[in-house]
């Protein structure tokens, strides 16, 4: 579990990236550009190691098949024998979804648009991709869906369902869908936002044959500000617990400190931002209970996260403040490249790669052994990012 601590100006900020590990584990293939990409999970993927010097097979043992764009979108990128389960009323779902948030951020921006790409592949599967960049009101905005069909090599099976190293399953067939978000605005005092919500499937290892299909959902919403506003906050946490309260009053208290608790950069010994709610790898509930659920919180994106925007989006600020939500973006970066599970099950696969780094910022900032003076609004920041509070 990471620490808490007590912030003082003499807290020690003095390096970006933790020593490389000398497991010998490999990743050093650079990923395809033409694959398409699904962010299943955001936990550590705690095996990814790097060495050079040790050939990779990882993507000889990934089966997905090549992309192809589309002009037109799809009504569905299922497979026909699967017009009426789970799988397609989540992808419904997360369709919907995409075009309730892409709608409300064009509406604040008053002018960007999106961009979409569209795609799909021969046997089933494809995606959505939408940015808006280099809006009125946002820098950067992306908000993407996806169905994948595949086959995953062992490693990539460790990092979705985050199983230790030591098991060494077959390459095992699976199936996944999600939208993934991030959304940065320009505006220090505006909070970036991430959600993210997934539903994924895997059969029988190839190795392991008859062995039944498992499930589980996975997600979450979770708020990055750099500058603390105490009613935003308070009103971005209220909507998530309501959300969770409608099934179960254990679940906010419970996906709170695991939201906690995953966005924690340990190289850093702080948490990306203020947390939200978190779960993984869940499927202990009825499955008609957590697709509810799931749709209920991809539901809260707009009521939790607009109101806040339209408060802040305007709010003056200096070259000083913008220093400052560069450098939390710089931590954004990190977390993302060095933490994410999602990140990490898309490079093993061949992920599409603007798919995912869409998360990333469209700029940051790294200052050598930067310390915010004791007391300030930026030291509050931090030490609410050090040391967790309970908003409600």
Not at 43 to 67: G, Q, W, Y
Not at 94 to 123: H, L, M, N, T, Y
């Amino acid at each position: 579990m990471p620490p808490t601590a007590t912030l003082s100006a003499s807290s020690s900020l003095n390096y970006l990236f933790p020593v490389p590990p000398s497991s010998s584990s490999s990743l050093n293939s650079t990923p395809s550009p033409t694959s398409c990409y699904f962010h299943p999970c955001t936990k550590k993927f705690s095996s990814l190691r790097f060495k050079p010097n040790k050939p990779n097979m990882t993507r000889s043992a990934v089966s997905i098949e090549k992309e192809t764009p589309e002009t037109e979108r799809p009504i569905t990128f299922l497979r026909e024998s699967e017009g009426a389960d789970v799988r397609a009323r989540f992808e419904k779902m997360i369709r919907d979804a995409q075009d309730s948030v892409c709608a409300a951020i064009e509406a604040v921006d008053k002018g960007g648009k999106f961009k979409e790409d569209v795609w799909s592949r021969p046997g089933g599967g494809g995606g959505i991709s939408r940015v808006l960049q280099d809006g009125a009101v946002w820098e950067k905005a992306g908000v993407n869906v996806s169905v994948v069909y595949g086959v995953m090599p062992p490693e990539a099976y460790r990092a979705a369902k985050a199983a230790p190293a030591d098991q060494k399953p077959g390459p095992v067939p699976f199936f996944a869908a999600g939208i993934s978000s991030v959304l940065h605005p320009k505006n220090p005092f505006a909070p970036t936002l991430h959600f993210n919500y997934r539903y994924f499937e895997t059969d029988a290892p190839q190795d392991v044959p008859g062995a039944p299909r498992q499930w589980w959902f996975g997600g979450g919403t979770d708020l990055t500000p750099a500058y603390i506003f105490d009613e935003d906050v308070k009103h971005f946490h209220s909507t998530q617990k309501k959300a969770c309260d409608k099934f179960d009053p254990t679940f906010y208290p419970r996906f709170k400190k695991w939201c906690d608790d995953y966005f924690y950069i340990k190289h850093r010994g702080e948490r990306r931002g203020l947390g939200g709610i978190f779960f993984d790898d869940l499927n202990e509930y009825d499955q008609e209970m957590l697709l509810s659920f799931a749709t209920e919180c991809a539901n809260s994106v707009v009521p939790a996260y607009i109101p806040i925007i339209e408060k802040r989006k305007d709010t003056p600020f200096t070259d000083h403040h913008k220093a400052w939500q560069q450098l939390r973006r710089g931590r954004y970066v990190e977390f993302n490249l060095v933490y994410d599970r999602g990140t990490t099950f898309g490079l093993k696969t061949g992920g599409r790669i603007e798919s995912i780094l869409v998360s990333l910022p469209l700029s940051a900032r790294w200052e050598y052994d930067h310390k915010p003076e004791e007391g300030s609004d930026e030291w509050k920041l931090l030490d609410a990012c050090i040391n967790p509070k309970e908003w409600i």
